[in-house]
């Protein structure tokens, strides 16, 4: 059974930084491709930032280029998204989900944790 936590969410004014995390257990972790995904209100869920098995590839969404970060830790099984530069428009739920092709479609990952919740609100 796989198993995916996210913590680090929280309130922060805009322009502030948060640190997501996402704690994997129940499979071989390092093996899956992972990616961070986030559902405003009323939103479909979207493709925030994907990862390769070993870390060297990313993608990101256009909307938070050069504002967030993700890595991952195989050795901690843990998946972290950066983010900085928080704008009002980044609120959401924020999900980590693994198994996918590593591109930012919802419907190729497989696996799926329950969500953090990150409002950016002054």
């Known amino acids: 059974q796989v198993q995916l936590v996210e913590s680090g969410g929280g309130s922060v004014q805009p322009g502030g930084s948060l640190r997501l995390s996402c704690a994997g257990s129940?499979?071989?972790?390092?093996?899956?491709?992972m990616a961070w995904f986030r559902q405003a209100p009323g939103k479909e869920r979207e493709g925030v930032a994907a990862?390769?098995?070993?870390?060297?590839?990313?993608v990101y969404a256009d909307s938070v280029k050069g504002r967030f970060t993700i890595s991952r830790d195989n050795t901690k099984n843990t998946l972290y998204l950066q983010m900085n530069s928080l704008k009002p428009e980044d609120t959401a739920m924020y999900y980590c989900a693994a198994g996918g092709g590593g591109g930012l479609t919802r419907y190729e990952y497989r696996y799926w944790g329950q969500g953090t919740q990150v409002t950016v609100s002054s």
């Open positions: 990862i390769s098995t070993g870390g060297a590839s990313t």
């Open positions: 129940g499979y071989t972790y390092s093996r899956l491709r």
